[in-house]
């Protein structure tokens, strides 16, 4: 199995992403969860992680909270799109496992150091903060990881908290900067994806009738999410973006993309966060990324249903 850390700003598209990961484990096996600030403020993320691991019975996944605020900005949050928790919807119990001591960077850094070179790939799901600043403290973890695979950004798809950004990049561009110019092996899941992974009326069923407390907590959290998605958007169903990331760990082949040259827009306000992807090949700038831009979202549905079921 391959061995993650899961970044993460829970978000009910990240609790998603975390209980498919948890029920992989042929496939993943998630060392710890790091909760950075993004969709909620950092004490609401690093308690949703844990009402996840809870809720799929996985007490002994360690969580950690990371960094309170962006780099070198301050903080921006969703709310309007995931509720004053992060995780409306479901009732679910506050949490009774704890946080660990160590702060989410030094776990990242020790994990990575700890194992041997090629082993350990990141997936971030919410703001780049920690993973930047893991990074800049320890520039050497750039060489032992074996990829990146994250959530973020945007292309022919516009942005969705602006007209030019996508929110994960959008809070933290400096963070997004280091990491799309650290060489580490980079596959991002752009809204160009996660636009075409829509839980429709029918997908959104389909995990009730699952008929499990995780079932039926993930109906309820699509349900929350789409509420909101389909009056702003007026699309099928609500964009299930995380979990494209950990779908992707398991069967690659339902993603297509390219390896293109990604920058990201730090500078200007007016498009702040926005990345800037040479999707066509027109400048000579080398390629740093692979950005997705298809998926079989049928396929990754059934992927997703099926593995819910055995939690
Ligand atoms: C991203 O922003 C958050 O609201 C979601 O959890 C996802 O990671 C989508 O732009
Ligand atoms: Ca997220």
């Not at 609790?15 to 004490?43: D, K, W």
């Not at 969705?160 to 561009?173: G, K, R, S, W």
């Not at 997705?292 to 593995?307: K, S």
Request: hydrophobic share 45%; aromatic share 6%; with cysteine.
């Amino acid at each position: 199995a391959r061995k993650i850390i899961i970044d993460t700003d829970p978000g009910q598209d990240d609790a998603v992403a975390i209980l498919l990961a948890l029920a992989s484990p042929e496939e993943i096996e998630v060392l710890g969860i790091t909760a950075v600030a993004g969709n909620v403020p950092l004490p609401l993320t690093a308690r949703n992680a844990r009402i996840v691991c809870e809720l799929a019975r996985r007490r002994d996944v360690p969580v950690f909270a990371g960094c309170a605020a962006p780099l070198k900005r301050p903080l921006v949050t969703a709310e309007h799109v995931h509720g004053k928790t992060g995780l409306d919807g479901p009732v679910l119990p506050e949490p009774a496992m704890p946080l660990q001591d160590a702060h989410a960077v030094d776990f990242i850094v020790d994990t990575v150091r700890g194992l041997p070179e090629g082993e350990v790939t990141l997936c971030p799901l919410g703001p780049l903060t920690n993973v930047a600043m893991a990074l800049r403290k320890a520039p050497d973890i750039a060489g032992r990881l074996r990829e990146i695979v994250l959530m973020g950004g945007a292309y022919f798809e516009v942005g969705n908290i602006t007209p030019a950004a996508e929110f994960n990049i959008y809070v933290d561009p400096e963070a997004a900067e280091i990491v799309f110019r650290s060489g580490v092996p980079l596959t991002a899941m752009p809204l160009d994806v996660t636009h075409k992974a829509l839980v429709t009326r029918p997908r959104n069923e389909a995990f009730r009738a699952l008929g499990t407390p995780v079932g039926v907590a993930v109906a309820e959290m699509t349900d929350f999410f789409e509420r909101f998605d389909r009056e702003k958007y007026g699309s099928a169903g609500a964009p299930l973006h995380d979990p494209c990331v950990t779908a992707f760990l398991i069967r690659p082949e339902l993603f297509s993309g390219r390896h293109i040259n990604v920058e990201i827009e730090t500078q200007s306000d007016l498009t702040r966060g926005m990345t800037v992807a040479d999707w066509w090949g027109v400048t000579d700038r080398a390629p740093n990324a692979t950005f997705m831009g298809d998926v079989d979202a049928d396929g990754f549905f059934a992927l997703l249903t099926e593995r819910l079921a055995r939690l």
